[in-house]
């Protein structure tokens, strides 16, 4: 079973940057479209962005043009480079497959918080 875990999570001010890692234990971002979730306190998981095959990409509308989502396939990496970081951006991260079926489980997350 692939296991998924994040970092770069930590507390920034509005306007600040920081740049999510999700590394996994196998061969997976190749062959599947990826992506970053987030969960704010009392809310559902979202997808915020993800990555698919020849680099296609999507992007939730509240964080367009802040964010942009790469993979590296030989490091079995993703990143997430968050930009214009804003207080509703607060949340836990994940990183997980798009499509559930024969999805790994879920990682412990990395938490970002911004401050006003």
């Known amino acids: 079973q692939v296991q998924l875990v994040e970092s770069g999570g930590g507390l920034v001010q509005a306007g600040g940057s920081l740049r999510l890692s999700c590394v996994a234990s196998?061969?997976?971002?190749?062959?599947?479209?990826m992506g970053w979730y987030r969960q704010a306190p009392g809310k559902q998981r979202e997808l915020v962005a993800s990555?698919?095959?020849?680099?296609?990409?999507y992007y939730a509308t509240s964080v367009k043009g802040r964010f942009t989502i790469s993979r590296d396939n030989a490091k079995n990496t993703m990143y997430l480079q968050m930009n214009s970081l804003k207080p509703e951006d607060t949340a836990v991260y994940y990183c997980?497959?798009?499509?559930?079926?024969?999805?790994?489980?879920w990682g412990q997350g990395t938490q970002v918080t911004v401050s006003s």
């Open positions: 990555i698919g095959r020849f680099e296609y990409t």
């Open positions: 997980n497959t798009v499509n559930p079926s024969g999805r790994p489980g």
């Open positions: 196998g061969s997976i971002f190749s062959s599947n479209t």
